[in-house]
């Protein structure tokens, strides 16, 4: 109950922005609240199963492409999100069985997925006459919802950042609840002693599979409404520096936690986005230092977890 | 017979170089279990300080052996700040922190030596006629000394006493501490001994590369890519099966080896057959198939 | 229970904190919005620059060249007795980038004008958004210049112009020129294309491709890599056993610095006569060194070229920037530079910052700038000037032969849709 009840509030918070900024922060917030659920999707898998996908932003990225291709074809906005959920979910299937067949190392299928992502981004180069090749499919707009007889422009206003608000939320509510359900409670144990699981009647693989598909989900449904924001689908998208920088969310979080990577992701992305303007050449070196002080500093959660340790023990939820 | 020729010159040169990039990334993996993201930062520091010398008079090669040695004193200070610190934790904080690294390192030598890069000349030059195909001398260089380098680490590692004690630690830390191995001292040497090969294999590239702040990234993924497929894992299974040192010691070599020859040899091939962005899009289709089949890599066991 | 209690909590700090953002963001920008009309008409100028990632050699030049420009129209008096500020916002030379970069000095700086970017996929990010807020945007690089209408692909933007030069205008004179050169006697000229695997490279070789059959040259090879490759020799010996008179590389950045060194190697430069397009521009010179020797390539500007704009122009260059070594790229600094100055004879011109005047003010607009006399054409928004063919030596361009002022022959349709 406090945690549907503490959803509500972040959103109606959350919704102030909409209300009360300008049009460029309710456009930055809008993009911070979809890396938020990025972040929490990807630690749904690494924190809470201990399946560590390190090219999550392929997912991201095929959600982005799919609604871009699909909005220059004149497809349904709602169609495309679907097709490129489906489409996620399959890639995720397949690298999730490939690597889970047998048992290979956490890092070896986190490594998988990272050249997959690579992968990914050198075919939409390659691909220009479906994917724009390096340019990108560019001039992507909100989309018109038509249900029945019914028409919403989602470009007025700020009605767009509220339905993406709602849906953050929403879907980080929905992390939560199933974490903290039985197959969250799964996930936990597959994560500290996986054979112990499979002792128990219960297969450690559709564990971590199950998780990967959820994180695929996820990560491509922030990565489908992300694209009406930024107005672009690009190769970028699917570079080492997002799937990386999904990574840092998580650690400077708190692996586990679900709120925390969504709170740090959002936070970081919009100061990166007020001031990254402002410190210019030096801002990526800042980020590099500022990452490996904080990583080095911190106990093992990153920056959350220096602020976090005193009762970290109790939002890391253990066995 | 030309092409074939010509196509397996190409290859074996994609191999070598492709070994020689990824040499210090997998002694870096295999020894400390660090994914190290400045691997392709620490290419383009060794190939900006042998830019730098030979401007500055240096004769190549003395200038290839200083980027070697100061990529390595670089890399011994990483990983006495940022890894050994880190290296308790089994998670990700190497290979995030590393990446840190890696992002100050690009920006920084963008800051001091411009965006635009710098270029080397190479020491030898001109070309050798095989038959009627033209193939650089420069080329010859490179694959010599990639072989060398290999021959040497694989001595070092087969049969040294110091390679005796690096492979028990790569195996396991806790037994070789228990056998009085000064574990730490291991990791140092061998993380600034993967950081020098991997600052000498940038210094030998740069002169036919494009030598800019970011070249590293481009050479990382497809040291990464070797690393990957080759297999990760040192197979402990080896010293049950084979008694002898040597052949031990060229089970931590082989799958890496294995990974660039994949690699290289066939986006090489697949090149002079189907032309080039197919052949990338085959390597990486080949790569997916090759971890499909053996997800701990070609050599890495089931 | 004491888990949800902290996430709670965290969710509340988060709260506070987003909202307080929000609060207090309205507040301070209707004091901005309110202290632009007290000052009435302060004319703001975005300046997208890429000053970090791979094009932040030419984002720098970019910056340096609008502020020279700030510098003087305030010195004369501003625009339409209206003091000029100008803006520079960071792309980090991604599309991405440019496009949050256009949207924030659009809607937060409320800028009357937009200038630069560094790549045609930059720019085709920002056209739709400077479109849609009505805001004109001048690409001030050379390349493609995409000037058409998001939505209607054949119909020029009232809004986007193009003031570089474009491969079209430069292909045929060029060809023309280098076959006059080193055509074999009795022969007929064989050329040779390579390119990234990609649109840029792509499109402009097919054109120059296209042209070089209508002047009856031979076609002797066509093959694109895609960017991730290191190895060239194998093209390199393609490009051997063809033996063409002419190598046309279209590989910018980095691929195309890595082809020269190994050519080099192979000793390509001292067969074929070679030349391209955005490939050899000054960053990649300089990366090339000697490899880069002896390369014929077009351009509109050189900081040797002797007029009276540009005299002036390079030497408050020298004098605003001297530990500068000279204009890093060859036209960032100047084409940033003349794009303000015609915006701001069109702004005089219209005698207000209204879209729609500024638009009718630009069509057929002529001025003296750096590269030479500019004319704006209004079938297409993209700027007729002067075009030089020039070779490289010792990493300088020396102007070889002038071609007199060239003009963009149609529209370029985009691919933005």
Not at chain 2, 282 to 301: S, T
Request: hydrophobic share 50%; net charge positive.
């Amino acid at each position: 109950m406090k945690v549907a009840l503490s959803m509500v509030l972040g959103a109606v918070a959350v919704s102030l922005v909409g209300l009360f900024a300008d049009d460029y922060l309710v456009e930055i917030v809008g993009m911070a609240l979809l890396f938020g659920l990025f972040a929490a999707s990807v630690d749904f898998s690494w924190g809470r199963t201990g399946v560590l996908t390190l090219g999550a932003a392929l997912y991201f990225g095929i959600g982005a492409y799919f609604v871009a291709f699909g909005q220059r074809s004149g497809w349904d906005f709602f169609g495309s999100v679907c097709a490129g959920t489906v489409t996620s979910l399959a890639v995720a299937v397949i690298i999730g069985i490939t690597a889970l067949r047998v048992r290979a190392s956490t890092i070896q299928f986190g490594l998988m997925t990272l050249v997959a992502s690579l992968s990914a981004q050198q075919l939409a180069v390659s691909l220009y006459n479906v994917a724009g090749g390096s340019n990108g499919i560019s001039g992507i707009s909100k989309p018109i919802l038509r249900v029945h007889r019914y028409v919403l422009d989602l470009g007025i206003g700020s009605r767009y950042f509220f339905l993406v608000n709602a849906i953050a939320f929403v879907g980080l509510a929905i992390l939560r609840w199933l974490a903290s359900g039985h197959f969250g409670r799964l996930s936990l144990c597959v994560r500290e002693n996986d054979e112990r699981v499979a002792a128990f009647g219960y297969d450690p693989k559709m564990v971590k599979l199950t998780s990967t598909m959820i994180t695929a989900a996820v990560s491509s449904i922030a990565g489908a409404l992300f694209v009406p924001f930024s107005g672009i689908a690009e190769p970028g998208l699917f570079a080492i520096r997002p799937n990386m920088l999904v990574l840092v969310w998580v650690a400077m979080g708190g692996q586990g936690t679900l709120v925390g990577p969504f709170v740090t992701a959002m936070l970081l992305q919009i100061v990166q986005f007020e001031l990254g303007s402002q410190f210019e050449d030096v801002y990526l070196l800042l980020v590099g230092l500022v990452f490996v002080v904080s990583v080095r500093l911190s106990g093992g959660g990153g920056l959350a977890a220096v602020v976090a340790r005193s009762w970290r023990h109790r939002i890391v939820p253990t066995l | 017979m030309n092409f074939w020729v010509a196509t397996t010159l190409d290859a074996v040169t994609a191999i070598a170089v492709l070994a020689l990039l990824s040499v210090g990334l997998y002694i870096t993996y295999g020894l400390l279990r660090v994914i190290n993201m400045a691997h392709g930062e620490m290419l383009t520091l060794g190939a900006y300080t042998v830019a730098r010398l030979c401007k500055a008079g240096w004769p190549f090669a003395v200038a290839a052996l200083a980027a070697g040695v100061l990529v390595g004193i670089f890399g011994a200070l990483i990983e006495r700040t940022v890894i050994r610190p880190l290296h308790a934790r089994q998670d990700l904080s190497t290979l995030l922190a590393t990446w840190g690294v890696g992002l100050v390192v690009t920006e920084g030598i963008r800051l001091v030596f411009g965006p635009s890069g710098e270029f080397v000349d190479a020491p030898l030059r001109g070309v050798l006629m095989l038959g009627a195909i033209p193939y650089p001398v420069f080329n010859v260089c490179l694959v010599a000394t990639s072989a060398l380098v290999l021959l040497a680490v694989f001595y070092l590692l087969a049969a040294t006493p110091v390679g005796i004690t690096v492979r028990a630690t790569m195996e396991n830390p806790r037994l070789a501490t228990l056998r009085g191995i000064n574990i730490v001292n291991v990791y140092r040497w061998g993380f600034a001994g993967g950081a020098a090969l991997t600052g000498l294999a940038g210094a030998l590239l740069a002169p036919i590369s494009a030598v800019t702040p970011t070249m590293g990234v481009e050479y990382a993924t497809l040291a990464f890519m070797v690393v990957i497929v080759g297999g990760l894992s040192v197979r402990p299974a080896a010293n049950a099966r084979h008694c002898f040192t040597v052949l031990r010691g060229s089970f931590v070599l082989a799958p890496f080896v294995a990974g660039a020859t994949l690699v290289g040899g066939s986006r090489s091939v697949l090149n002079s057959l189907i032309g080039i962005t197919p052949a990338t899009l085959g390597m990486l289709g080949l790569v997916l198939l090759a971890l499909f089949l053996r997800p701990n890599g070609l050599l890495g066991g089931k | 229970m004491c888990a949800r209690h902290r996430t709670s909590s965290v969710t509340l700090a988060l709260t506070v904190l987003v909202g307080a953002l929000g609060c207090d963001r309205p507040n301070s920008t209707t004091i901005d919005r309110s202290a632009a009309t007290k000052t009435q008409r302060e004319i703001t100028i975005g300046v997208l620059a890429p000053k970090s990632g791979f094009m932040s050699g030419h984002g720098n030049s970019i910056e340096m060249g609008a502020r020279i420009a700030e510098a003087e129209l305030n010195a004369r008096g501003g625009i339409n007795n209206a003091p000029v500020k100008v803006v520079t916002l960071d792309t980090t030379s991604e599309p991405s980038g440019a496009a949050d970069r256009a949207r924030e000095l659009i809607q937060r700086f409320h800028v009357q004008l937009l200038i630069g970017t560094g790549t045609s996929a930059s720019t085709l990010a920002v056209i739709p958004i400077s479109t849609a807020a009505r805001v004109p945007f001048i690409y001030s690089l050379d390349g493609e210049c995409k000037t058409c209408t998001p939505g209607a692909p054949q119909r020029t933007s009232r809004y986007v112009w193009g003031s570089g030069f474009t491969e079209r205008m430069a292909i045929r004179p060029m060809l023309q020129y280098l076959e006059g050169r080193f055509q074999k006697p009795s022969k007929r000229f064989r050329v040779y294309f390579i390119g990234g695997d990609y649109v840029y490279p792509r499109t402009t070789n097919a054109y120059a491709r296209q042209v070089a059959e209508e002047l009856g040259f031979v076609v002797v090879g066509n093959e694109y890599s895609d960017t991730s490759t290191r190895d060239y020799t194998p093209v390199i010996r393609r490009i051997l056993t063809a033996n063409p008179d002419l190598l046309i590389v279209t590989n910018p950045g980095a691929s195309g610095v890595t082809f020269m060194r190994q050519a080099l190697q192979l000793g390509l430069n001292g067969k074929v006569a070679i030349s391209g397009f955005a490939t050899f521009d000054q960053e990649a010179v300089d990366a090339m060194g000697s490899a880069s020797e002896g390369v014929y390539c077009v351009n509109r500007y050189s900081n040797e070229l002797q007029n009276a704009e540009n005299t002036a122009f390079v030497a408050t260059f020298r004098k605003s920037y001297p530990d500068k070594p000279l204009l890093p790229g060859p036209t960032a600094a100047g084409g940033a530079y003349g794009a303000i100055l015609i915006a701001a004879r069109a702004f005089e011109k219209a005698g207000s910052t209204d879209p729609d005047s500024f638009h009718a003010s630009m069509q057929g607009l002529a001025m003296n700038l750096p590269q030479g006399h500019v004319v704006v054409d209004p079938a297409n928004n993209i700027f007729q000037q002067p075009m030089y063919i020039m070779q490289i030596r010792a990493q300088k361009y020396h102007v070889v032969t002038d071609l007199g002022i060239q003009r963009h022959p149609d529209l370029e349709a985009c691919s933005v849709q």
